[in-house]
């Protein structure tokens, strides 16, 4: 754009030399603020309960700022209750108000505590962003409580007199509830998602629902996360698979409930085909206390039938794309019907089950009649959920396959390599593509999938979902093969064996790390990767810490499935002025008990780096947009007293 029109633009905005200024000194001001706090988990698979507590607690954030501020004049328990009270405002009121004597008095001392606190966290921002976070109930009070009023002689009285009136005139409950969310709120001021929110727990919705509503946040799309954003454009064989995996760990009611799914006619379809089938091979794996059991045999009948009907989507799939070079998963007609086994990687292994009444070994990816009018039925349940297609456009506007946020570079999974290290290509379309470019060109399908309308080119990307997903070459999945047939039919775990891409073998070298820095753009010296994908077994001895720091894994194993193999319940990353600080949380009891008993996670953090000096807004990504403005707006300031623009009113 030329320059003079740009100015011409700018000046209607700042239309003097007064108000340029201005805008030149705040700005400026805001550079040297220490840089807000991010907040990184990951592979939260739907274990709501505990994501909600570690978004409550930021981490340890809070706990960490109120020892700050009261330090050794307040006890541990006091700590304790305060920490809760932020956490759990509502709920937490109501088992004071009914063990209290004297709720003045304990409003009176609480406010004050809130107060300092409140303070404290908003310390590192301008009055203005404060302002924007307020509620709108109590903001204009709120905002006088915590910030110093100059012109007031006895300050002390003065905010007395404020208090005692929010008492007095019984809002006190309401103040303190805003006082927490506020605190909330400002603890963290952005968190990052590292992917997978979906599958195994049974509350990605209510995650998905929370993160909504969050004040900032991104998404890096996990393997878990992107076949449900295939299954709401309306792939089949993604809605297959999403109903498969929530059958797999009892979490039906997750589609039935939370997002209001008829699954009926595929009960019915199960009810018919596999009625007298005990469905063995098909086990349920319900980590919830709630799981109904008396759904057991259903739930197994359900699952059986949307696996076959997987597999032979897939063979379909598979069969329509040569160039995704997954050939070697064509399994169904590798199946002697006769004899009982299968024939794989050319070894024969026999299978647990071999009642498949609607496979046709002749045909053996075909679907049947039932089957075809069970997909179209739960494609318009899945098309039409409204909820559904919130949560995933949501992903699609705040998410991508990688983001690089202040020096650091967030993926879910890895960046295929090939066994010298080098980056592994995949050629589609006629075109190679490797490193950053497969990143950037596998999104561009997944968007496609999603908003183009219905055509070849739609069902093309719909089919590039499961690529995403299953492929060798995908950065989300980082494996030879995924091995789900094998694992449901046959015993021997040899054929179970899944070998991971390279990757994860070279974490710790330090040249295949700066060479992945390199290709996204970024200084080796001062950058780091943060993903997950692949759980920790820090019982075993893993570290999730990589190449002396550079690489984090921060995987820990927040869903309950995994926590047996990690020995932990997930790792968070805080991200402050300070440094980086690695939080391992121990499994989360519930919610109730963190109320109740005031069990906050027990968690146990360690700094990967402190900064030699604190960093501040102009080290961060976002600074750097404000120094453009600046030069831009003192060259604005410049044209006004050189005479080439001329003062607005």
């Known amino acids: 754009m030329d320059d003079s029109k740009y100015l011409l633009r700018l000046a209607k905005q700042f239309p003097t030399i007064a108000k340029a200024s201005t805008e030149i000194v705040n700005l400026a001001s805001i550079l040297n603020l220490p840089k807000g706090t991010e907040h990184f988990v990951s592979d939260l698979h739907g274990e709501y309960e505990q994501f909600l507590h570690v978004l409550k607690n930021g981490s340890g954030s809070v706990k960490r700022k109120i020892e700050e501020e009261f330090g050794h004049a307040m006890s541990q328990k006091d700590q304790k209750t305060l920490a809760t009270l932020i956490y759990y405002p509502d709920r937490k009121l109501e088992l004071i108000e009914k063990e209290e004597e004297n709720m003045d008095d304990w409003y009176k001392i609480t406010l004050y505590r809130l107060i300092q606190v409140a303070r404290r966290v908003s310390s590192k921002y301008t009055r203005s962003k404060v302002r924007k976070a307020l509620p709108s109930d109590f903001g204009y009070v709120i905002e006088e409580l915590i910030h110093e009023k100059e012109e007031v002689q006895d300050k002390e009285a003065y905010y007395n007199q404020i208090i005692s009136t929010i008492i007095r005139i019984g809002s006190a409950r309401s103040c303190v509830i805003a006082f927490c969310n506020l605190i909330q709120r400002l603890v963290v001021d952005h968190l990052h998602v590292i992917g997978d929110i979906y599958d195994r727990g049974p509350g990605a919705h209510i995650i998905m629902d929370t993160l909504m509503n969050y004040h900032s946040v991104d998404v890096q799309w996990g393997n878990h996360d992107i076949y449900w954003m295939g299954a709401a454009s309306g792939s089949l064989i993604c809605i297959a698979n999403a109903i498969r995996i929530s059958a797999r760990y009892g979490n039906l009611d997750a589609i039935e409930d939370g997002y209001g799914i008829n699954l009926i006619p595929l009960v019915r379809f199960a009810m018919e085909t596999y009625g007298e089938d005990p469905c063995s091979c098909f086990g349920i794996k319900y980590e919830k206390e709630d799981y109904n059991i008396q759904d057991l045999e259903l739930d197994k009948k359900m699952h059986k039938a949307i696996s076959i009907i997987q597999f032979k989507l897939e063979g379909q799939l598979i069969k329509r794309h040569p160039e995704y070079e997954l050939d070697h998963r064509l399994l169904l007609d590798k199946i002697d019907f006769d004899n009982g086994t299968i ?244 499994p989360f009891e519930s919610t109730e008990a963190a109320i109740i008993n005031e069990s906050d996670i027990h968690s146990d953090s360690f700094i990967v780096q402190q900064f030699p000096a604190r960093r501040l807004v102009a080290d961060t990504d976002n600074g750097k947009l404000i120094q453009e403005s600046i030069t831009e707006l003192e060259a604005l300031l410049n044209a006004y007293r050189q005479g080439d623009l001329r003062e607005g009113d």
């Not at 089957?371 to 456009?393: I, P, W, Y």
């Not at 070459?473 to 093969?481: D, H, R, T, V």
Request: proline residues 4%; neutral net charge.
């Open 343 to 586: 024939l794989i990687d050319g070894n024969t292994y026999r299978l647990e089950d071999t009642n498949f009444p609607t496979v046709d070994p002749s045909d053996p990816y075909h679907l049947t009649e039932q089957e075809t009018a069970v997909m179209d039925r739960l494609s318009s349940g899945f098309l039409n959920c409204e909820k559904l297609q919130q949560h995933v456009r949501f992903l699609f506007s705040k998410g991508s396959m990688y983001l690089v946020y202040n020096s650091n570079l967030l993926y879910h999974g890895c960046v295929p390599l090939n066994e010298d290290g080098s980056f592994r290509s995949f050629t589609i379309r006629g075109k190679s593509y490797k490193g950053k470019a497969l990143f950037d060109m596998l999104e561009s399908y997944a968007r496609k999938a999603y908003y183009l309308r219905e055509g070849e080119e739609k069902a093309y990307s719909q089919d590039m979902i499961w690529f995403i997903w299953t492929s060798q070459y995908s950065p989300l999945f980082g494996k030879e093969k995924m091995t789900t047939l094998e694992r449901y039919l046959i015993k021997d775990p040899a054929a179970h064996r899944e070998r991971k891409n390279p990757y994860y073998r070279m974490v710790d070298n330090v040249e295949v790390v700066n060479q992945i820095f390199n290709e996204f753009g970024l200084d080796p010296s001062v950058s780091h990767i943060i993903n997950g994908h692949i759980p920790v077994r820090i019982k075993d001895g893993e570290t999730p810490i990589k190449c002396g720091g550079r690489l984090l894994v921060i995987d820990g194993g927040f869903s309950k499935a995994y926590q047996s193999q990690t020995g932990i319940a997930g790792y968070t990353l805080v991200y402050n002025s300070y440094g980086l600080r690695l939080v391992a949380h121990k």
